[in-house]
């Protein structure tokens, strides 16, 4: 017999024994079961991955979007940015109808503090005002003490702030609350009770439309009538822009300031 | 993933072809299990779409020798054991069929693997040297080594 036949017939006779088959086919119908299983697992687990991925961005989003300091700029517009953990700006608040106007012509969504400042201060409706009436107040409040402090003086060496016309000041959350309230920036808020010390009777409504500029005017009159010449802060200074008018109505003689 | 009536029909069909590749390459029982479990479970999670039934059995015969190339690397593989039970009892087994398997399973792995694709399935030099990715003139050497071998022991006429 030739040889190629030779080894055909032997290796014919090699066979899978049945054994050998049945135990494959168990273990092969096993496996399959156990990666059916194991899809639906992976397809589940895929699910909740894709489910925790949307409540972390949206979590994160909100994270972003908290602000957790404010900075109230007060010339007579009256805004307020709020400020996230990340020093961005998140939040523009205008408090009377300047401020929402200003808030609504400049973007200072998404940027530092600081910059947004420069980029609010750089603006042209924001020029023609403090061209107009001077005085700038700032305020800052802080997470806490040391935050209001960093806040303040980085606001500081803004090229605007550096003005001696710019006030800044720290403020707290119980007084912003109140301010707020009251439908006031906390700025024009804190001039009010300064002003309130000196004339208990003054309300919200007389100090809402004046600037920033008259408030302190008012502020330096009053002190300067409890502290005869005192040298209040620059209560020399501005002087010269304050425009009085007579106020009738008013038993105690408390200037009324020409509004805008 | 294939279907398990395809897995049955392919377990039917190929058992007896992987079962002689495994006699081939294996020196045990135990890890010729293995193979068939390792060489079905590639069949069920590959998307290969088969062109014919040559081709399928190509490709089964290819993954199988390849299966048990990488058993045999394996550090952990069962210890090999005496030809007599690497050669699977059957009743139409007789005593030549026996001398004849010994005889080439006796060859070294690299003359075993050429006889057995060329004598048995009947594969040419160039199939054979794609299926193990070695040229074509070394597949030619070692067929006819392997031939000076087995004429030596088994005696016989050339097939040629």
């Known amino acids: 017999m030739m040889m190629n036949n030779k080894i055909k017939n032997a290796f014919d006779k090699v066979r899978a024994e049945d054994e050998l088959k049945r135990n494959t086919k168990d273990f092969l119908s096993a496996r399959a079961a156990r990666t059916v299983s194991l899809r639906r697992f992976q397809r589940t687990a895929v699910a909740f991955a894709c489910l925790a991925l949307v409540m972390l961005s949206f979590g994160g989003w909100r994270f972003y979007m908290t602000p957790v300091s404010a900075v109230s700029i007060d010339v007579n517009p009256s805004i307020e940015l709020g400020v996230n953990r990340f020093d961005r700006v998140v939040a523009v608040e205008g408090y009377n109808d ?163 | 993933m294939r279907s398990e009536s395809e897995v049955n029909r392919a377990v039917d069909l190929y058992a ?10 294996l020196k045990n029982y135990a890890d010729t299990e293995d193979i068939f479990q390792t060489v079905f479970l590639k069949y069920i999670l590959s998307s290969v779409v088969f062109e014919s039934d040559e081709h399928e059995k190509a490709w089964f015969i290819r993954v199988t020798i390849n299966s048990c190339k990488d058993l045999l690397k394996s550090f952990f593989r069962k210890n090999t054991v005496s030809l007599d039970e690497v050669i699977p009892p059957s009743e139409e087994m007789t ?61 016989g006429d050339d097939d040629e």
């Open chain 1, 98 to 260: 300047e401020g929402i106007d200003l808030a609504e012509s400049v973007n200072l969504k998404n940027l530092n503090y600081s910059d947004a400042i420069e980029t609010l201060f750089a603006s042209e409706t924001m020029q023609s005002y403090v061209a107009e009436d001077g005085l700038v107040s700032i305020t800052v409040i802080g997470t806490d003490e040391r935050k209001s402090e960093e806040m303040i003086s980085r606001i500081r060496s803004c090229s605007y702030a550096g003005s001696p016309d710019v006030e800044c000041h720290k403020g707290n959350r119980t007084e912003v609350k109140a301010a707020h309230e009251a439908g006031m920036s906390f700025g024009k808020y804190r001039a009010f009770l300064e002003i309130k010390d000196f004339d208990p009777e003054i309300t919200i409504n007389d100090v809402q439309e004046l600037t920033m500029r008259q408030m302190r005017d008012r502020i330096n009159e009053h002190s300067g009538e409890s502290n005869k010449h005192s040298d209040s802060k620059g209560a020399g200074g501005h002087s010269g822009n304050i425009h009085h008018g007579g106020n009738e109505g008013n038993p105690d003689g408390r200037q009324n300031h020409g509004g805008n």
């Open chain 2, 95 to 155: 005593e030549e069929h026996r001398e004849v398997l010994e005889a080439v399973l006796s060859l070294p792995a690299k003359y075993r693997e050429v006889i057995y694709l060329h004598y048995y399935e009947g594969y040419s030099g160039v199939e054979i040297a794609e299926m193990l990715n070695k040229n074509v003139n070394t597949i030619y050497t070692l067929l006819n080594r392997a031939k000076e071998m087995l004429k030596k022991v088994l005696g």
């Open chain 2, 16 to 25: 007896d072809t992987i079962r002689r590749v495994c006699t081939v390459y």
